[in-house]
């Protein structure tokens, strides 16, 4: 015995679809402007100096530096295990910050090309 295949309720066109959104919805998302490095980089600075104060300092320490760019993807991906993990507002704030570390200094890694994928 062949089950029935459920009824799917109609899909709405694209002009109900407009019709249902408001107008400002569809004019605000247009013209809203993408926040610049800098903004951004400040905006995850003072977030981790008010609720990292610690990780906020050994970053101001490292900045530039190979340990800091290795401090950075320590943070960023547990290689301890069983690590609680931060925030997605903090985590989204260290990886703005390894990628402005990586646009200013580029990476400090000694990397073989041969070696590419192999683990140590």
Avoid: C
Avoid at 42 to 67: C, M, Y
Avoid at 68 to 97: C, K, S
Avoid at 107 to 113: Q, R, S
């Amino acid at each position: 015995m062949i089950a029935e295949q459920p009824e799917f309720p109609q899909i709405m066109s694209d002009a109900e679809i407009d019709a249902i959104v408001q107008v400002s919805e569809v004019v605000n998302q247009k013209i809203q402007r993408q926040p610049t490095d800098k903004e951004l980089a400040d905006e995850a600075v003072a977030l981790l100096k008010s609720l990292f104060p610690r990780i906020h300092q050994n970053l101001v320490t490292l900045w530039g530096t190979g340990p800091g760019e290795a401090y950075l993807d320590g943070l960023i991906m547990d290689d301890r295990g069983n690590r609680q993990g931060f925030p997605p507002d903090v985590l989204r704030a260290l990886l703005v910050l390894q990628r402005i570390h990586f646009q200013a200094f580029g990476t400090f890694k000694k990397i073989d090309p041969w070696d590419v994928g192999l683990k140590p």
